[in-house]
């Protein structure tokens, strides 16, 4: 059993940054999960359909929407069981709930709000 919990969240103005952070924890193994997991970072705004912001794999291959490309990084730190994704140039578009999720298993956070204010 794993446990994500995502931080970093908040009210910035457009053209800002934030950096968001998902830790995960639970069993004695979680951290033998999480090294051999990918990791993503999915976001739901009011209204629309939940989509995958970006992925990172355990190798630390990196994939992103096309519309957060060039702006957002995922990254990942295997000692502190962590996965973060820096956010630069925030837009009011990308208002929304930022999910953690551990990639090809059922694993999900509660979520964290970012809103971005023109």
């Known amino acids: 059993q794993v446990q994500l919990v995502e931080s970093g969240g908040g009210l910035v103005q457009a053209g800002e940054s934030l950096r968001l952070s998902c830790v995960a924890s639970?069993?004695?193994?979680?951290?033998?999960?999480?090294?051999?997991?990918?990791m993503e970072w999915h976001r739901q705004a009011p209204g629309k359909q939940r989509e995958l912001v970006a992925g990172?794999?355990?190798?630390?291959?990196?994939n992103y929407a096309d519309s957060v490309k060039g702006r957002f990084t995922i990254s990942r730190d295997n000692v502190k069981n962590t996965v973060f994704l820096q956010m630069n140039s925030l837009k009011p578009e990308d208002t929304a709930v930022y999910y953690c999720?551990?990639?090809?298993?059922?694993?999900w956070g509660r979520g964290t709000q970012v809103t971005v204010s023109s």
């Open positions: 999720k551990m990639g090809g298993r059922n694993y």
């Open positions: 639970g069993s004695a193994f979680s951290f033998v999960i999480f090294r051999a997991n990918a």
């Open positions: 990172i794999t355990a190798g630390g291959s990196e």
